[in-house]
């Protein structure tokens, strides 16, 4: 026992404070055996601590800048993509600030991707065992994104999905949201341009990938690299009911490359506009409407993996 001891206290992490952002949605129970027992890590290692829960869209983002300003060396975000990318948002001022991702409750791309156990303290854990990993960081008109900015069909679905239902299905509640919004939809020519260059190819569904994931386990954009410094743009070119099911069917299985109505471009700044109102998100959120600017910083972000 006593060696065991020796072994645990000789564990020294390069990070000296922590600050953990937490996402309320996760349930309190989740959460409560979380506080208590990464309080208790921290203790034990002797690393500084503060921990503060969102109250609404907008609290991640400004909690993260505050972290920033107070010397905090990492940021953790506990909670889904949504309190990630603000958090992202946050620390972007600095370029010391290493962000930490602590998947609890809703669905965690980005940790995914990145081979962070879903495991809250096994997460927490890669204080000591994690490496500091910079990655590539996307951003539309001011905004930030680790994910993805997409607009036509997938932002309406967004906007319809059913906030209730979300918070009890999860994910599946996208599912319906995307069968009704394939019929509501009402679609909108969206026009491209890749690196400054007009191109002939316009879409109904355009989506801008900075990670390959989209939802979790469809692979929308296959050869899309987190340090490579390019964003990959996925371009639906039809519309209708039929089409986006086709669509769906074809990136769950990995077909839709092959078809003849995608369209899939690597570049540094793509620019969408479109004559009528088109609404836009980023990582899920929706944050306007077109026109959109998207570029990518290559290896911006500070990020803990494993
Ligand atoms: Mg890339």
């Known amino acids: 026992m006593k060696l065991l001891d020796l072994f645990i206290k000789k564990r020294s992490s390069k990070f000296r404070s922590a600050y953990v952002i937490i996402n309320p949605a996760a349930g309190k129970m989740q959460i409560n055996k979380f506080l208590n027992l990464s309080k208790s890590y921290f203790k034990k290692y002797k690393i500084k601590y503060e921990y503060s829960l969102t109250a609404s869209q907008g609290d991640a983002s400004r909690l993260a800048h505050k972290a920033v300003q107070d010397k905090y060396d990492i940021v953790f975000a506990a909670g889904g993509d949504g309190t990630v990318n603000e958090v992202a948002n946050g620390i972007m001022s600095s370029s010391k ?33 994690g490496r500091v990993n910079n990655i590539d960081i996307g951003k539309a008109n001011d905004k930030y994104f680790v994910l ?29 949201a995307g069968l009704y919004s394939a019929i509501k939809y009402k679609p909108k020519k969206i026009n491209i341009n890749i690196d400054n260059h007009r191109i002939d190819d316009v879409g109904y569904f355009v989506v801008a990938e900075n990670a390959g994931s989209y939802g979790g386990m469809f692979k929308l954009a296959p050869y899309a690299d987190f340090n490579d410094g390019l964003l990959d743009v996925c371009v639906f070119k039809k519309y209708g009911f039929f089409e986006v099911i ?3 069917w074809g990136i769950a299985l990995g077909q839709h490359m092959d078809f003849p109505d995608v369209r899939y471009y690597q570049c540094r700044n793509v620019e969408l506009f479109s004559d009528e109102n088109v609404l836009l998100h980023t990582d899920g959120e929706l944050i306007g409407s077109l026109p959109v600017s998207v570029t990518v910083n290559k290896e911006r972000l500070k990020i803990l993996v494993p």
């Open 97 to 129: 600030t290493v962000l930490g991702i602590i998947p609890l409750g809703t669905v965690n791309i980005l940790s995914l991707e990145l081979n962070i156990p879903q495991n809250p303290l096994k997460a927490l854990d890669l204080i000591f065992e």
């Open 148 to 176: 993805m900015a997409g607009c036509g069909f997938d932002s309406y679905a967004i906007y319809r999905v059913n906030l209730k239902l979300k918070k009890y299905l999860g994910a599946i509640a996208y599912i319906f």
């Open 246 to 248: 086709r669509y769906f």
